[in-house]
């Protein structure tokens, strides 16, 4: 099947770090993507990597790959306010062409004082 | 550089009316989808263009939705006649090819659309 599975909720403390865990379908994906949605608005892609990677930094976010397990997971580091929203993972098929994205359910991180 | 824009940002009618999005993508983007995202999802491809060609609408349910993108520049996304379940916001992306060769897509705010 289609589904891009995220849980559905994370709270984390101010200042710590949050992670968000994805599990995409296809072993042939070639990209794959984090997208945050803050309410009432569209989707803002933050950061992708590409298949032949396991691991991309840029400033407070690390993306980690595991093509094995076909496990993607988003690392905020110092968590803010500003970082309330949902995130989404998704995933460019092997089998689709290069711009067609699956997304995933979302998971809603909340930041507690 | 502007990005994408989409109208109207609230929609309310009855079932079985009809009603009409539109969007205008960013200048330049050849490709543009709409997505269909019901309260507590992620957002589902409902159909993708190239240039005013279409791509792929397997997810569409023609029988009540349309859409087109004369021109290859704007879209409009219609539903006739709507029901309950049409309920959901309907975001409109633009996408180009990003120098690492992924398929960077820009998304609008959104329409939402409540039918009662």
């Known amino acids: 099947g289609e589904d891009v599975e995220q849980s559905l909720f994370l709270s984390v403390r101010e200042g710590d770090s949050s992670v968000i865990n994805c599990t995409y379908t296809d072993s042939s994906s070639t990209y794959l993507y984090w997208y945050k949605q803050e309410p009432g608005a569209g989707l803002q892609l933050l950061t992708y990597i590409f298949s032949n990677m396991d691991m991309k930094q840029d400033q407070r976010l690390t993306v980690l790959l595991n093509k094995k397990d076909k496990h993607l997971s988003l690392r905020i580091a110092d968590t803010q306010t500003g970082d309330s929203a949902i995130y989404f993972c998704?995933?460019?098929?092997?089998?689709?062409?290069?711009?067609?994205?699956?997304f995933g359910s979302g998971t809603r991180l909340s930041i507690r004082p | 550089e502007a990005g994408v824009a989409q109208s109207p940002r609230y929609k309310i009618i009855e079932k079985r009316q009809s009603v009409a999005f539109w969007c205008n993508p960013i200048?330049?983007?050849?490709?543009l989808y709409w997505y269909q995202q019901i309260l507590g999802q992620g957002p589902k491809l409902l159909i993708q263009f190239q240039n005013n060609g279409v791509v792929d609408d397997s997810q569409l349910p023609k029988d009540r939705f349309s859409a087109e993108r004369l021109k290859g520049v704007d879209s409009t996304l219609k539903i006739q006649p709507a029901k309950l379940e049409d309920s959901a916001v309907y975001l409109c992306?633009?996408?180009?090819?990003?120098?690492?060769?992924?398929?960077?897509?820009?998304f609008g705010p959104g329409t939402r659309l409540t039918v009662t």
């Open positions: 992306a633009s996408s180009s090819r990003g120098t690492g060769g992924s398929y960077e897509q820009y």
């Open positions: 200048s330049g983007h050849a490709t």
């Open positions: 998704a995933e460019v098929p092997g089998y689709s062409s290069a711009s067609k994205i699956i």
